[in-house]
């Protein structure tokens, strides 16, 4: 499970971090607004640690942003000041939940399993996948590249959230095969090498930067 951490403080963010991955999480650190807040859109997170003071951008602001694009992620966010005013302007900008510096680990992982066990933010209700231009709603079955709007059959998109979902993972064709079409050893592995061509001509063919690419031997991969 992926956690953001945005936390400029790098003594305090290698605590966390180093905590957090003891407990299984896989941890990221965000050292500015920015640098949080295209990490949180890009990747596929399940949680973000936010700082309030944060350089570059805030993170009041990094939250509305992020609320702005309509990500799901929950936010746990970080405040040294502690007075009611601050937490509530955190709220306002869309955090889910906020812990007062000085805290104990303890509370942090509390709140953490708190977020993440709201049934909102559960992997399958997920509804957005984004990756560089590309950005797929799940829920309502659509796809755009650079605000484009990309139409494409329940294969094709299968298969472009399969490789969404495992972004920059090589997968050979016949685990694209099982995930996307169930497993089917008489169907022949070329049906694979079909199909991404088509998503190639939609997704990649106009465009100068091309996403899908072949790992010859291995299979495809999305980067
Ligand atoms: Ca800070």
Redesign the pocket.
């Known amino acids: 499970m992926k956690i953001l951490i945005a936390?400029?403080?790098v003594a305090?963010a290698s605590v966390m971090s180093k905590g957090l991955s003891e407990k299984g999480y896989e941890v990221s650190i965000a050292p500015d607004g920015q640098t949080a807040l295209s990490m949180a859109l890009q990747y596929d997170f399940r949680l973000m640690i936010l700082?309030?003071?944060?350089?570059v951008i805030n993170?009041l602001e990094v939250c509305r942003q992020l609320r702005k694009k309509k990500a799901v992620l929950p936010v746990l966010m970080?405040t040294?000041l502690g007075s009611t005013e601050n937490i509530v302007s955190g709220l306002d900008s869309g955090a889910d939940d906020y812990l007062v510096k000085p805290f104990k680990f303890v509370e942090l992982e509390a709140r953490i399993r708190s977020l993440l066990r709201r049934g909102v933010y559960d992997e399958n209700v997920i509804d957005k996948i984004h990756f560089g231009p590309v950005e797929m709603n799940l829920a309502s079955k659509t796809v755009y590249r650079s605000g484009k709007l990309i139409s494409l059959t329940s294969t094709e998109f299968r298969l472009l959230e399969c490789l969404l979902r495992n972004q920059k993972k090589v997968l050979s064709r016949m685990e694209l095969l099982e995930k996307v079409w169930g497993v089917d050893f008489n169907m022949a592995t070329n049906v694979v090498d079909v199909y991404v061509n088509y998503l190639r001509k939609k997704i990649d063919k106009d465009f100068e930067i091309k996403l899908i690419h072949t790992v010859v031997g291995m299979g495809y991969v999305l980067k």
């Open positions: 936390e400029d403080e305090l700082d309030v003071m944060l350089p993170g970080l040294a």
